[in-house]
């Protein structure tokens, strides 16, 4: 099985959503670093990945 | 209800064969798929348990959240009417066409291939939802392979006592409420294995879900809307 249809068959068919969920766990780990509180870096992680499910929906593919 | 998700999908098709062409190939094709599916478990399934915890929640709340994404993005673009409602009635015709117009010695190995693949392919999806859900402990590994055979045995009873394909089953709604559980749990998972500590503990799964849900209700009516402007 090719790396391609691995990914396809995790992630879907969607290019924002996989983009979303890293840049959310990118913008956490910079957050959690600067000693933001936990439940700020919670909603802000949370908010990133509903973005990344807005993008997906209206997005091309 | 996952697991009851994907085996509607695979009986659809394991039936199809079976009427279409015979009843042992569509059985001995999905058995083989199951053979394949129990190998896969057996080997990753005790192997998760010699990674650090926190990694694993990392790695397996990506790889929930990606499929739960997926799901969800798929059900609200079937609700908002931008994409065709799953119709397990015509995956059935489809599959029966196909098998009936190819040559007899033909039919049957693509009959084969075709139980073993819907089989394995669904089965797949049945395998890393019980794997990543049973990653905490061996009780919950226990659990979840429970909770999927019991929805597969359900499904696949109710599939035998009809015979038809599976299409009262309300599929996109099951569909929407797991892309839901999974992108909840999967958000929840990916935190704790980044160091978030959520507010209430495992009661934010809960408030969560009602996040993603109460987001997923707007952006359904939103497809509408704008279909509704392009048409």
Request: with cysteine.
């Amino acid at each position: 099985m090719k790396l391609a249809a691995i990914w396809e068959f995790i992630a879907g068919d969607s290019r924002f959503a996989p983009a979303f969920v890293a840049l959310a766990v990118a913008v956490a780990v910079v957050l959690l670093r600067n000693n933001v509180s936990s439940t700020v870096v919670a909603v802000t992680f949370a908010a990133v990945i509903a973005a990344g499910l807005a993008c997906a929906v209206f997005e091309r593919t | 209800m996952a697991s009851a998700v994907e085996a509607v999908e695979a009986l659809t098709i394991v039936l199809a064969v079976g009427v279409a062409r015979s009843w042992p190939v569509a059985l001995r094709g999905a058995a083989y798929a199951l053979l394949v599916l129990a190998a896969i478990v057996a080997a990753f399934g005790p192997v998760l348990h010699l990674i650090p915890i926190d990694q694993l929640k990392l790695v397996v709340g990506v790889v929930l959240t990606l499929f739960g994404l997926a799901w969800l993005r798929k059900a609200i673009l079937r609700y908002a009417g931008r994409k065709a409602l799953r119709d397990e009635d015509a995956a059935f015709a489809r599959e029966v066409s196909a098998l009936r117009a190819a040559e007899d010695a033909q039919a049957d190995r693509i009959g084969l291939v075709t139980s073993f693949k819907a089989v394995l392919i669904e089965g797949l999806e049945v395998a890393i939802i019980v794997v990543t859900f049973g990653a905490a402990s061996s009780a919950a590994l226990g659990w979840s392979a429970a909770g999927a055979a019991a929805a597969v045995l359900l499904v696949v009873l109710l599939g035998l006592a009809l015979k038809q394909p599976a299409s009262r089953v309300p599929e996109n709604a099951m569909k929407f409420v797991v892309g839901i559980m999974l992108t909840s749990f999967g958000t929840f998972w990916t935190g704790e294995g980044l160091g978030i500590v959520w507010w209430g503990a495992d009661l934010s799964r809960l408030l969560l879900a009602a996040f993603y849900l109460a987001v997923s209700a707007v952006l359904i009516a939103a497809a509408r809307s704008r279909r509704e402007v392009a048409a």
